[in-house]
């Protein structure tokens, strides 16, 4: 079964001091385009292909659409909330990896056997910063 892969969009953006704030929708669109590859290669030292992609986005992002490769999946309230929803729902029995600096969220989504990561692991190779 392929490893899951869930990424937290408004913590990942938000990571980089790069003006997001001025176009949530259109920083949130930035991060999607640069996930594809990684479905292909993998997350070096942390998910090997096949594995399937999940970008989650709240407020002004909720309309990025999903692209191949990336299912974009849009939260109606609180993005970590949706997240911890999708790590309960689809992460049993597979391999799950949650994309994000937030500690609440981190802790809240290991205690549902998921693994976690920073936001460094896709995005600052996709920037050319790792």
């Known amino acids: 079964m392929d490893s899951l892969v869930i990424v937290d969009a408004a913590n990942v953006v938000g990571s980089v001091p790069d003006g ?7 920083a949130a669109e930035r991060l999607r385009d640069a996930l594809p590859a990684y479905v292909s290669q993998g ?8 594995l399937e992609m999940v970008l989650v986005v ?5 309309r990025v659409e999903s692209v191949e490769g990336v299912r974009v999946v849009p939260a109606d309230g609180s993005g970590d909330d949706r997240i911890v929803q999708l790590v309960a729902d ?3 029995g ?3 990896l949650v ?4 500690r609440g969220l981190r802790e809240r989504v ?4 998921a693994r ?4 460094r692991a896709v995005w600052g190779r996709g920037r050319g910063e790792a």
């Open 99 to 102: 994309v994000t600096a937030d």
């Open 20 to 26: 997001w704030w001025r176009d949530r929708h259109g």
């Open 58 to 62: 709240e407020g002004a992002a909720r």
């Open 90 to 92: 689809e992460c049993g």
């Open 116 to 119: 976690v990561t920073g936001p």
């Open 110 to 113: 290991q205690a549902l056997g």
């Open 43 to 50: 997350l070096p030292g942390l998910v090997t292909p096949p």
């Open 94 to 96: 597979r391999d799950c």
